[in-house]
């Protein structure tokens, strides 16, 4: 039988694209599912993906991606390789399940939205392989927890978190449902694939990969690559996308889903690599800081991307985004820390004399925006009172990223005019904000968002029973031995206060 | 008497608290409740004594929340007098 070169039969069997007669095409692409921003139809129909892959191929490489990393697994498991890691970056990997497992299934069926509802044949048929990729992420970054429980109970939150009302887990429901499970075909391809997975996802999976294997976790990282290298693939149906709407005139709707939701990744970003990064991870296995890593990937070759394709850098770039380089993720590192008993894995307070001298090389001023507060709470941890150290009350969080709002942090370290939160009164209903960005989404689009409350807005509204701590965190199904503790029992704050100003130089 | 809820930032601290107050409570009591989450946890203490603010002045310590026409979630600010 004879074979003809892929480029010989790719494009005619790939591009079935046909011309309507029997419906109409709001009928067949209603603008909730795909919205085509006023392009013909058939402008869509050259949508064209730098990459190409066959079905055959693609079995193919798959098979051989699952084959090895479940052999990795299959080992590992066996071993004690999990027990002699490090506690923070144990603590890494329980918040990176808890945020991205179940969150990966339900993006295969945004994937699967766009294999139906995308705009052009090539597209629909790369949708597919995408929803396929993401059925195997959900599976794959299930599965390994699951081999962890024995030893680890709170794997299990890999799929339970995104089932609970923790308020961390409300703050992933509300970005993805925002970008993908509630999104239209062409708004999802810009957003999901494009802003997240090429901006944020498939630089940060290179970087966990790598940041694995320096720690000794080869489980983790053998699964991180292998899910990286599927997002390297279908990441790119945002490119033809934005290239298409721009070309026809729309550039202004590619420049607002892009800065809407590089804003909102950015706001989960922060929190989950952020931490990682500069506080979780190993001192001695640390390469880049997080600011280095984002300015490296992020500022430079995202924002390179940008341009290529015409775009402008968000309007909130130089003014916000950049500034909050220096202070965002210390703030919530230090939050989340403190309120370690609403999350489900153990914060690394990552603050032991040499890390804080590390800290303050990497972000100078450190120690004068962060340090004081450390040095309070290592105080009451060395003179036997814990109490002082966990919360009595909760912080105010943001309507609309639904991360707590640490507005004052930016102001202390010099970044931002204003210590108070940006608030905006709107049909009977007060609406706080911990940002001008996150304010400007929520405005852009009020109806899209003004239905969702915040677990503080559920707890003065009478959704959490009984009205206090205990009640709240119950409500967000976190049981006490479920709830968050100091990854190493305090050992960072037993250092002599001698010790930390030595750190501080 | 009822039960009011604020938001409240503390001189130095680095989140906006939600702090319930009595809607009756003079500002010194006002003040007492939101240090209570932040001094000596992660601000450190001072021998000064406290004052309230409110949309940019200066609260008098006698003033109840309701007299200095504090709204529910309206924002204060609690400092060290300087």
Known sequence: ??????????????????????????????????????????????????????YPEYVHNQYGKDAGVYAVNAVIGRSKVYEQLDPGWKSAIIAHYGVIAIPE?????????????????????????????EMRHGQIQTYFPHGLLAREPRADWAHKALHTNEWGAVAARSLFDDMFTANDAVSTAVQLTFTFETGFTNLQFLGMAADAMKVGDVDFGALISSIQTDEAR????????????????RKDAAQQLVD???????????????????????LEHRGHSFKEFMQEWICKQFLDQFRDFGLEKPWYWDEHFLPELDWYHHALQLGIWYWRPTVWWNPDAGVAPEEREWLEEKYPGWHDTFGGHWDVIAANLRAGRPEATLPETFPMICNLCHVPVVAPAGYRAGRLASPLPKILDRDGRRYVFCSAPC???????????????TVIDRFLGGQIQPPT??????YMSLSPEEMGRDATDYAWAQAAPDDHAAARG | MALFPLQA?????????????????????????????VVDRRVAAQDRPLRVRHDGRTLPDDATVVSAGVKPLDVVVVGYAS
């Open chain 1, 439 to 453: 304010q400007w989404v929520f405005e852009q689009a009020p109806r899209r968002f003004q239905g969702h409350t």
């Open chain 2, 9 to 37: 930032l503390f001189d130095g601290d680095l989140v906006v608290l939600l702090v319930p107050v009595d809607d009756a409570d003079p500002m010194t009591v006002v003040a007492d409740k939101v240090a209570h989450h």
């Open chain 1, 1 to 54: 039988m004879p074979r003809l070169a892929r480029s010989e039969w790719y494009d005619l069997t790939r591009d079935m694209n046909w011309s309507l007669s029997y419906v109409k095409e709001e009928e067949v692409w209603p603008a909730e599912l795909s919205d085509g921003f006023g392009l013909p139809a058939e402008a869509w129909w050259v949508w064209d993906e730098p990459y190409k892959v066959t």
């Open chain 1, 260 to 282: 809407h939701m590089f804003w909102r990744s950015w706001r989960l970003f922060a929190l989950l690599t952020g931490l990682s990064m500069d506080y979780y991870t190993p």
């Open chain 1, 105 to 133: 299934y339900l993006a295969s069926l945004a994937e699967s939205r766009m294999g139906r509802f995308g705009r052009a044949a090539a597209w629909r048929n790369m949708a597919t392989f995408g929803t396929l990729d």
């Open chain 1, 469 to 474: 701590m205990e009640g709240a965190l119950a």
């Open chain 1, 234 to 249: 279908h990441s790119q149906q945002g490119e033809p996308t934005i290239k298409l709407l721009v070309e026809h005139g």
